[in-house]
């Protein structure tokens, strides 16, 4: 009998639009700077509090 691994497939959440512009710009990212160029992408995942309860 041979033992194999079993992989778990990915759950894909649903295709969220890409509609909010970012610009190129440059950051320092594991010790050394790179440059990130222009692109979208989709709007923050924002948690809803309710300070009125």
């Keep these: 009998m041979s033992t194999r691994?079993?992989?778990r497939q990915r759950r894909h959440s649903p295709q969220r639009d890409k509609?909010?512009?970012v610009?190129?710009?440059r950051r320092w990212r594991f010790e050394r700077w790179e440059?990130?160029?222009e692109h979208?992408?989709?709007l923050p995942r924002q948690l809803a509090?309710?300070?009125y309860v």
């Design 5 to 7: 691994t079993i992989r």
């Design 23 to 25: 610009n190129r710009y």
């Design 49 to 51: 509090f309710d300070f």
């Design 40 to 42: 979208y992408r989709s």
């Design 35 to 37: 440059i990130v160029c």
């Design 19 to 21: 509609v909010v512009h």
